[in-house]
């Protein structure tokens, strides 16, 4: 058994001035020249992860630009803050991502936002911004306005990116726009007849600037329903992790039957996203009843969730210091007669569906991310457990009503596409378990802390276990009743990374069911462009038809 | 596992008790305060005042409501309540507007337009018999006069 | 070219769907129009992979910068005559963020957008508001275009004619002398 917290505080106290914010949340305020070694200590030689970074303009408080490194320490349930500065006359700093390959993305979004230099990164450029915003403005500035709009130019045709090593290989671009439904994304698949060589990836078209407006237009209390809308299938977890950051910064208590109530609904939440991740994935694997299924017995927990909260996905129930609206007797047995149905029917045709061949064959061995892997590059969520990682931040760091609830935590060695789908079948059966306990163990009470105060300038963290993995809010309070800086980093940041990894080396028709697997947020399988460099010619080819011919 | 498909449109289709659907203002109850307006997040609901016609205008544009209820939960009166209406298509933008328009009241001192009839009123309705009158002048003017007493104890 | 979309149409509608960076919460809503429960195939109704077959575009999302260019492009690419369907709030008004920096701000401003970049005029549009709007609501909306149901939303004005009497006790101000001391 490693180190106990105080020991913790102690080796950190070599580095710096050390706080105990609350239970399970330090702070370290360290200077920047040591980041690359406290980084190696607390995610190699302490056994955490690397979990988010954030860059906060707080000159308007010490003329400063402000870098925060968060670590989650598991085993201690605690979370570890590391602060630095420098001024924004010298804005560099020494990059971490040489020690921990996951704060790639992080730091390359701080450089976007803040403007700060990592020195040392291995792969510096822009990844957030659209290609043509100009150089040298930071939207997260403190003196950028939130609503100007910058003229927009013409976007190049080719997307940019490294090619090094690459030459020679065809191309095939894989994206942004999709024959069915999903989002913008665009992979670039690099293949040697019929095997991926390498991949590149550029994201972000859904930017849409929700910092910026949060910290600028919105009140503490609006920001829950902009939270909700970062995402249309995991909505209610940011929303509640924001509360929860804002609640932990405050010191606001919340009532206990508001924490069983948000418990129940982000289980709801948790079980129709899964399902709908099952369909999706059938769906890429070509097995189309398989997705009809899955939305058919899905339908009746998105009726469930209308009837608690209006709303079939956007739950809008929650605001700092409680919830909106309560769960009456009647409604409870509603809920559970129809769990009932949801799990008899669900178990019956995922065992069906998980006896046919194909679908194992297609699955099993594929995709494979090893646990060195997983580590290396701090993956979250049933990913993660699938690659032998036993994390959940339900149990690591318990958070609304999880600690009074039993559940397991299905881990998995493999790795492969397989081990993912398996994990999130056991998750749907477990969460419906999880459903039944709060609901018959609700304790009476009140529903919403009415009178908060919220002091300013209070840092805090909070972080919920997200369908997709962990989803960690850091907020700064402000004053005026708005929040001074608020950053959400949504569980799929830290795993998208990982889908290059299981990309090289698999057989090109295995790709969409592979970017599917990690659930980025939904499938991003694209249309396709095939271009044969060799004969000079261009087909156009749906996505199910390269599943199906090749 | 049989036949589940809807017969919408042909058939309605019920929704449940406390579903979200289009928030409507009652014009009758409406006292122009603008609470909704500041608690509305994604600010569908807007309150100007047009000092030429002398009224303030309060403009609900469902193209942006998020339909979150905020607006219902802050009214002082009641006049914002979310329906369970939901089939809202249509081939306009200019469908999707709901405006109540109320006449504005000027303040008894300095002669400017500050709140609406129906607020003064309203204030006047809740707050202490003797601080009634204050109700139909302007906060400026009132500080004016509250500064003046507490510097000069006269009133 | 008739404005009307039963006479552009008559028979089945396929529908491009274009996702300018919305939260998905619209475009799942958009796969359970697919789906058993609601399943619009049985009015002819499809999704189709290329914009070259479509009819009619499904457009989710407030339409992001970094989007746009390849919004216009598949606006480009769907042949005339074409539709649009406006799904959610941020389609039709740009949603909680219509004025962040990174967004242009639902279909009213993409339409002056072409309009002043490429001298298009905006297409026949139907709006369907919700945050989400419900599968049905997204049937109910292209109902309403291809004329099966009549539009149910219609604006509404209300101006107070006469304001209501002022009780003669609120109309007197403060019996007290606002006086101007010397030197203040």
Known sequence: MRSSVSKLIEELGGYGEVRVLRKGLIHLKACREDLPKIAELLHWGLGGYFSVSVGVDERPVDGLLHVYHVFSIDELGTYVVVEASVSPAHPRMPSITPVVDAANWHEREVTDFIGVEFVGHPEPGRLILPYDWPEGVYPLRKDFPYDSKVSVGEVPDEVVVDEKGLEGYTKLPVGPYHPALHEPEHFILYVDGERVVDARYKGFFIYRGIEKVAESRLTVNQVPFIAERICGICGYTHSCCYCQAVESAAGIEVPERALYIRSTLLEIERIHSHMLWLGVAFHVLGFDTGFMIMMRVREAVMSIAEMLTGNRKTYGMNLVGGVRRDINEGRKEVVLRALRRVREEFRESMEDILRMREIVSRTKGVGVLTYNDARRLSVLGPVARASGIDTDVRKRHPYAAYKHVDFRIPVYRDGDVLSRLLVRYEEVLESIGIVEQLLESMPRGEILCEEVEIPEYRKGVGATEAPRGEDIHFVITGRDNKVYRWKPRAPSYNNIPSTIVMLRGERLADAPVIIASNDPCFSCTDHLVVIDVRRGVRKVVRGEELARRW | MGVVTERYPYEPVEVPEGFRGKPVIDPERCVGCGACANACPPNALTVEDDLEAGVRRVKLFLGRCIFCGRCQDVCPVEAVKLTKEFELSAMSAEDLYQVVELRLAKCLVCGRAFTTVRLALETARRLPEDQRRLALICPECRERMSSHLISYARW | ?184
């Open chain 3, 1 to 184: 070219m008739g404005r009307n979309c039963v006479k552009l149409f008559r028979r089945s509608l396929w529908v491009f769907h274009v996702n300018s960076g919305g939260c998905n919460g619209c475009d799942i809503e958009l796969l359970n129009v697919f789906a058993p429960y609601q399943d619009t195939e049985r009015f002819g109704v499809k999704l189709v992979g290329s914009p070259r077959h479509a009819d009619a575009i499904a457009l989710t999302g407030p339409i992001t910068r970094e989007a746009l260019p390849r919004v216009v492009r598949a606006f480009q690419a769907v042949p005339d005559p074409k539709v649009v369907i406006a799904i959610g709030s941020c389609a039709c008004g740009g949603g909680i963020w219509y004025d962040s920096h990174a967004v242009v701000g639902g279909v009213g401003k993409f339409y002056e957008l072409l309009r002043e970049r490429y001298g298009v005029e905006p297409p026949l549009t139907v709006y369907v508001p919700g945050c989400p709007p419900k599968p049905e609501a997204i049937i109910h909306g292209i109902c309403v275009l291809r004329g099966v149901v009549k539009q149910k939303q219609v604006a509404s004005y209300y101006t107070e004619e006469k304001a209501p009497e002022i009780p003669k006790e609120l109309l007197g101000v403060p019996s007290f002398e606002v006086r101007r001391v010397r030197g203040v």
